[in-house]
């Protein structure tokens, strides 16, 4: 066994180390992925995806769109999720449909893409100290009820942080239909 020294680069996320903290962010791979679909010259979007009714928005469409061209985008940002905590929702929205894209989901995934490209700086800001680490967890959490007309389902979110680092995370459609706003959270 050999000592490489600090990781600098591992599957396309980079570690920038300094003395008190770790900034774990995937700038070289989002800018990949921005040149990869035509993306790297649009203009930045401020938000991860349209507020208001997005999954009825998204249905009123009819027209097609190239499902490979479509299950590349979102298995790209899938990934850019494990440094992004929020991009979570929006790509788990998107990734609903990736059976039957049609025009506007190919909208909402380069919507992504452009909201990309102007935080391709942000990441993950881990303290690597213990003396100075503080040692409360704290954990956010919510639910919409019925957030889905399509199919009355609520969509379930949480971050957990240690001290100020994000340590989980997650943006998922819940599994059964639930009957109350209290049920749902």
Not at 16 to 34: A, P, V
Not at 55 to 60: F, G, H, I, R, V
Not at 61 to 66: I, K
């Amino acid at each position: 066994m050999s000592d490489l020294g600090n990781l600098p680069y591992f599957l396309g996320i980079e570690f920038i180390r300094t003395k008190d903290e770790i900034f774990m962010h995937q700038k070289k791979y989002s800018t990949d992925i921005l040149e990869r679909f035509q993306m790297q010259t649009c203009n930045s979007a401020s938000t991860p995806i349209e507020s208001g009714n997005i999954s009825q928005t998204l249905e009123e469409e009819n027209q097609l769109a190239d499902k490979t061209l479509y299950r590349q985008m979102i298995g790209c940002l899938r990934y850019v999720c494990n440094t992004r905590p929020d991009m979570a929702y929006g790509v788990g929205v998107v990734s609903r449909h990736m059976e039957t894209p049609k025009k506007t989901h190919l909208l909402a995934a380069k919507r992504l893409l452009r909201y990309l490209k102007g935080t391709v700086e942000l990441g993950l800001l881990l303290p690597c100290k213990t003396s100075n680490l503080n040692h409360e967890m704290f954990g956010f959490s919510d639910a919409d009820w019925c957030g889905d007309k399509a199919d009355r389902k609520s969509t379930t979110g949480y971050l957990f942080l240690l001290g100020n680092a994000p340590i989980s995370w997650c943006s998922k459609k819940q599994d059964v239909v639930a009957l109350s706003s209290c049920e749902a959270e």
